[in-house]
């Protein structure tokens, strides 16, 4: 090479922000969740941002759909243990291990996405702690828009629901579906789409976003609008991975986090509507208007999941639950 090409060489890598090569950090970044889930968008958003922040010296390689191997319910010991540098994670699984990641889809407790994210920044703290309890660092934090109820008819009524073969997502999902009288069965997602197939269940609790992405139509028939909750994804990354990452490269971590937090949360309602009409161009029926009195039974079978969380958590679950309804 040429002293010219030399310099000139030296130049470019210098004007390379922090002054990174390409590609000096990998990371495989798992997400359980279909390649067209809201999620997914976050998660594309967040590594091009990264990757512009710092000339491409952090590369992440996506793996949708659980097909790095791990299910929501296995990322946070993947990511502390060092297996997954970095997830985005179904947290309502991860409840047996924290009663904190049962918070977001407590029935009936945030149905929109202001009182969801309201009820996110209330507890944010309280997640923080956990996964640096874990060996982990929360980078954010991303909803689902309002669960509602994927079956082969309307599930409208008492009737409609009374032994119903239904998934949950979660140990609430389950307790208060058996008390409106269902049949749950609580499944990761890659468990669903097999169930359906071979008649194991009949129904799927989950949202318009969910199925859409599934493409549940090719199973079920109607999906039932009832605002059930609005859970959440986490995006955590293992704490040494993290350690090992200079400020500058911290710091860009953080702000293409943020971009894509803000990104999700300002897309979600906007999603339920392109949801409702790709579902009804698929044939699906979109039970919308359904009864307050149903409504409000659902509710009353939410109550016992809403009491067993405030024993588990104490006295931080009620100032948590004070604050979001102050």
């Given at each position: ?184 069965i609580q499944l990761s997602w890659a468990d669903v789409v097999p169930q359906l ?22 199973h079920l028939s109607h999906f039932t609008e009832v605002n059930y909750a609005m ?96």
């Amino acid at each position: 090479m040429s002293i010219l090409h030399k310099a000139l060489a030296g130049l470019a890598l210098a004007i390379l922000p922090f002054g990174a090569s390409a590609a000096e950090i990998k990371w495989d970044m798992a997400n359980e969740y279909n390649d067209t889930s809201i999620h997914a968008e976050g998660d594309r958003l967040f590594s091009t941002k990264l990757s512009e922040m710092t000339g491409g010296a952090i590369e992440i390689t996506h793996h949708f759909g659980g097909s790095i191997g791990f299910k929501s319910k296995d990322q946070l010991d993947a990511v502390g243990d060092g297996a997954l540098p970095i997830a985005n994670t179904y947290v309502g699984p991860l409840g047996g291990i924290d009663p904190m990641f049962l918070l977001p889809s407590l029935p009936f407790l945030a149905k929109t996405a202001d009182e969801a994210r309201r009820l996110l920044d209330v507890a944010r703290a309280d997640y923080e702690a956990i996964f640096a309890a874990n060996n982990q660092k929360l980078l954010w934090a991303s909803p689902w828009p309002p669960s509602g109820i994927w079956a082969k008819k309307p599930v409208d009524s008492d009737a409609a629901i009374t032994n119903l073969k239904i998934r949950t997502y979660d140990a609430n999902g389950t307790i208060t579906l058996q008390q409106a009288g269902a049949a749950p069965i609580q499944l990761s997602w890659a468990d669903v789409v097999p169930q359906l197939s071979t008649g194991g269940i009949d129904a799927v609790l989950t949202s318009a976003e969910g199925g859409t992405n599934a493409k549940f139509w090719e199973h079920l028939s109607h999906f039932t609008e009832v605002n059930y909750a609005m859970p959440l994804n986490m995006v955590h990354i293992n704490l040494d991975t993290w350690n090992d990452l200079s400020a500058e490269h911290q710091a860009a971590v953080l702000d293409a986090a943020k971009a894509a937090e803000d990104y999700v949360w300002e897309k979600v309602e906007a999603r339920v509507a392109q949801n409702y009409s790709d579902m009804k161009a698929a044939g699906m029926t979109v039970v919308t208007g359904v009864s307050d009195d149903y409504l409000a039974e659902l509710n009353a079978a939410g109550s016992k999941a809403r009491e067993e969380w405030l024993a588990k958590t104490g006295a931080k679950g009620e100032a948590i639950l004070q604050a979001f309804n102050n």
